[in-house]
């Protein structure tokens, strides 16, 4: 559980939430929950989306009552706080190293479907030690690197070779392949998100034939983010899909264009910072109480929601700097001290990470209140 | 308090921490504090320490054990932890906007000693109605703009008008000056530095004397920061200096020269990110379990610590990259899976403000724990 008192009651107009605070727009999120829904229906891969934007079980529970076959998780921390909250498939996207970790992992799969992901022989006889303490048989997958650069063996013989260890450690299984291409995400052009993807299926396929060529049958074959699944839904290859900004998005997921070279509109800004004005001493600047530690700035500042004449030029700390001016287009003078606005996250997942609570409103008003169980949950 | 368990136990090897987690170096801590005492003795003005770096109390009261005053909090939220935390004097060296958050610094101040600043009327108007409310009186400091572009009125005749509006409030008290130049700080330039406060001093000077003309004395002149409090310090005008990141340091104020154009040195780093390396599947590349959840780099990238031949070069969500080549000075093969190494922060006070617990070792162990219990106070 979040440790702090909810920043909100139910039942509140939203104009009465006090700030900074992340709101959720039922209504948008739900359909973006729907639209993804239907994006994939014809696809032969399932939905198992990313709990690393959200780190909230509630959340992920509602992904779950639309089709999806789980959540994938960063974190072995992460993974506890949505056992906790009754997730009961999980998929650990990620390497884990260490000991604290994999004993927690281990033993989370005494109470839920558990697969990690490995690139590392000797991270594999880890786990398989850590799995023979815990008496459990854990699904391992071999990570691929296709085209991202992180982590992942090389595919085609050096993922056999990760692979046949797995296949014959006494306590784990081999679960498949993880084949997610992460800096094709927000290549801003259709045609190169398509190419990187292209490549990386190609890859991935290339891999799956030689293991199964080997025996080797690939239970998951996952990957995709939010910038790119319509093409590996499409594939044929992956059978998973690990998106998972698609149900708040942000702005840097915003300047990704489509086929037509338009901003892409598949889903919904549904998250939003909601800050106040704190300070309006010259016509041409308004500051809010929203900064570094209510933002993320990694992949470009926020946007203002809905405020025409403003512009968001910089933040600090504790404060965000708002241009209001009529070098802006529209000019907006109207601001005051008090008034309260919303901005659209610069990078959604490392914001949400700040917050301890969502505030979810509708029709103007507070109409529930979801805890960040997973925020901080770094291990 | 925070909610987690701290993530290690105290007399357990460095090497046993799980990772990511925060590590104070205690003998580099200590000898930061005694270097800020000795730095300033000589000088009329004293330490009031930013808690916004560090947001935990024993800090605080580590800093008045040798001779603070008190602290800055930036936040209501903050000084309530500071106040829980039993630091009993508190400067607020910013506004505060909103009834929520003015009935609570209003609460606070029947426990400690608050002041508070405001560039605005109708702030001091409600300042005035929650004193009235919790039964107190509020110093409260007007905050004068000297050249940081953010909060604060023009120094000179709106500061004294606004002073005379907190001063006829009959729940509030004339407080002084709050002056802080932030841009300032990170000015890389000693002599572009200094250019910058003494053009603050001035414009301080000048106010503080017309103030005094119209009979308001100036009880705090407060500003300054790590990058320039000696000429605060020297100034004569200001007497209460606010630098924050002096315990800690990071990579960012690292980079500022010092008059003979060599990197600042007034201050070490005290401040690690803890990390293990999580795959190391290429030559050239190690990948650590921190990224942007556990590092802010909105002020540039972490530096690795006493790892020669390597540079940290990118971070993801949960991952950090490390360049291990030959084209890095030393180059470095040796780091493997498994291997943990100490990272300084880009910017200390965000990436603080992602961790519940410090972890603080000396000679090798782990000696205390201290919880970061204003993490998340964002309101």
Not at 257 to 276: K, M, R
Request: charged share 20%.
């Amino acid at each position: 559980m979040a440790d702090t008192l909810p920043p909100a009651s139910i039942g509140m107009r939203v104009e009465e939430v006090d700030t900074p605070a992340l709101l959720i727009d039922l209504d948008a999120f739900e359909r973006n929950l729907k639209r993804m829904a239907d994006a994939i229906q014809d696809s032969s891969a399932v939905l198992r989306p990313h709990a690393k934007t959200h780190k909230c079980p509630t959340v992920g529970l509602k992904q779950m009552e639309v089709g999806a076959v789980g959540v994938c998780c960063q974190k072995v921390g992460e993974a506890e706080a949505m056992v906790l909250g009754g997730i009961s498939d999980i998929l650990v996207s990620n390497e884990i190293v260490g000991a604290p970790k994999l004993t927690k992992l281990a033993s989370l799969a005494r109470r839920a479907k558990i697969a990690v992901c490995a690139d590392d022989a000797g991270n594999v006889s880890d786990l398989d030690a850590a799995a023979a303490v815990a008496g459990v048989t854990l699904d391992v997958l071999v990570e691929i690197d296709v085209g991202a650069g992180r982590c992942g063996v090389a595919p085609g013989a050096p993922a056999l070779a990760l692979a046949e260890v797995i296949d014959k450690a006494p306590n784990l299984r081999f679960g498949g392949l993880q084949a997610y291409q992460g800096s094709a995400q927000h290549i801003r052009a259709y045609e190169g998100r398509k190419s990187a993807i292209d490549s990386a299926i190609a890859m991935t396929q290339e891999t799956v034939s030689l293991l199964a060529s080997h025996g080797l049958e690939c239970g998951i074959v996952g990957g995709a983010g939010t910038g790119t699944f319509p093409f590996e839904a499409a594939s044929g290859v992956y059978n998973e899909l690990q998106a998972g900004s698609y149900i708040f998005m942000d702005a840097d997921y915003g300047y990704n264009l489509n086929a037509s070279g338009n901003p892409i509109d598949d889903f919904e800004n549904s998250l939003f910072v909601y800050a106040t004005v704190m300070s309006r001493t010259t016509g041409d600047r308004a500051i809010l109480d929203a900064g570094l530690k209510a933002l993320s700035v990694d992949s470009g500042l926020p946007l203002p929601w809905e405020i025409p004449g403003v512009e968001f030029v910089g933040a600090s700390d504790e404060h965000g700097k708002l241009l209001v001016s009529e070098s802006v287009q529209g000019g907006n003078n109207d601001l005051k001290v008090g008034d309260k606005v919303r901005l659209i996250p610069g990078h959604v997942d490392p914001t949400v990470n700040m917050y301890d609570w969502y505030v979810c409103i509708r029709d103007g008003r507070v109409e529930d209140l979801w805890p960040i169980t997973a925020r901080g949950k770094l291990q």
